[in-house]
């Protein structure tokens, strides 16, 4: 079955530390990837996403992913967070032929100053 | 930037009742979707459309699940029938395509609570 995981369900970082979400997904075939963050009181909207070629994505305010296809995984990383981040954040793959995108459970990420 | 728009932004319903939640794509947007997410769960899919047709649908999306594009603008979900486990933030959805290479934007969210 199509599956995504998202290891870490609650972060605290203080200001600065670096960030490194874990995801990894259960798929057949080719996927996309995407990471998408919720501010408080917001919309979903796209960290950064990978479809093809260089395996490492880079993305809005610093944030960058990598994409492992033997370990079948996708994590976000960034190397000094900020207050600012504090957000939920959403790993999501799609099936290269399908249209549904198939969400993690998210990870809640509070950067304390 | 443009924006997927949502309305209601909260609703109350009894349970049995009809709703309908609206939602307006991006403008030269082709694939519409929507999604939800139960208190404390993750984001689900629930249908994707194109063409004036559901292109994909979960298992989720049973015959209490209506979506329609009355207008040139306007994109519904309708519930025919809600139940208390319908209570979730239902979020809207469009791409330009539905291939690979496009991202899909999302709404602000639409929270139902049905009593």
């Known amino acids: 079955a199509q599956s995504v995981s998202q290891h870490n369900h609650h972060v605290i970082l203080s200001e600065a530390a670096s960030l490194e979400l874990g995801c990894n997904y259960s798929y057949g075939g080719t996927v996309n990837l995407f990471w998408y963050v919720q501010y408080p009181g917001q919309h979903l909207q796209l960290l950064l996403k990978?479809?093809?070629?260089?395996?490492l994505v880079k993305g809005i305010k610093g944030f960058e992913a990598e994409f492992i296809k033997s370990k079948f995984s996708f994590n976000l990383r960034k190397p000094s967070v900020q207050w600012s981040d504090t957000a939920e954040y959403f790993c999501?793959?799609?099936?290269?032929?399908?249209?549904?995108?198939?969400f993690g459970k998210g990870t809640s990420l509070l950067v304390t100053p | 930037e443009p924006e997927v728009t949502q309305t209601p932004s909260h609703q109350v319903t009894q349970m049995g009742q009809e709703v309908i939640l609206r939602c307006v794509p991006i403008s030269n947007h082709l694939y519409f979707y929507w999604y939800r997410q139960i208190l404390g769960q993750k984001v689900e899919f629930l249908v994707s459309f194109y063409n004036n047709e559901i292109s994909e649908k979960s298992e989720i999306f049973d015959d209490q699940f209506s979506v329609e594009r009355p207008d040139g603008s306007n994109f519904t979900l309708k519930i025919r029938s809600t139940k208390l486990e319908d209570s979730a933030m239902y979020f809207c959805a469009s791409s330009e395509a539905g291939n690979s290479g496009n991202t899909i934007y999302f709404g602000e969210g639409s929270w139902l609570t049905v009593v």
């Open positions: 990978y479809f093809s070629g260089d395996p």
């Open positions: 999501a793959v799609k099936s290269n032929s399908g249209y549904a995108l198939n």
